[in-house]
């Protein structure tokens, strides 16, 4: 990345641990741990040594919550978790962001009412 381009942005480590948390725990908050197992991939090792106290203690007690519904998924199935009525998790199945199969389609309809 450009050193002063992020300076103009404000762009630092601790602003980006900030938003790569957030939007984990949103991922998190929609039941979509699918989505939250991808991110922890890839940010997950920066996290855990973030400069923020906060962050690591966060992202600590994340990934404690995490492994536990990714055994959940691993035993009844990606997805088995998905809070369908979520209003981010209904505006992306209604823009075609998040796929449906048969299943996701019916619990999907079921969480919000169109069964």
């Known amino acids: 990345m450009d050193a ?6 404000g762009k630092t480590p601790e602003n980006d641990d900030g938003v790569a948390l957030g939007a984990m725990l949103r991922a998190e908050g929609r039941g979509s741990y699918d989505v939250l197992a991808s991110f922890m991939g890839r940010l997950g090792s920066r996290l855990s040594v973030s400069p923020l106290e906060e962050i690591r203690t966060a992202y600590r007690e994340l990934t404690e919550r995490a492994a536990k519904a ?6 009844y199935g990606r997805r ?14 209604r823009i075609g962001l998040i796929k449906l199969n048969a299943d996701d389609r019916r619990a999907f309809e079921a969480a919000n009412g169109f069964v």
């Open 80 to 93: 088995s978790l998905m809070k369908w009525d979520h209003p981010d998790n209904v505006k992306c199945v």
């Open 70 to 75: 990714l055994e959940h998924e691993a035993k």
């Open 4 to 9: 002063a381009a992020d300076t103009v942005l």
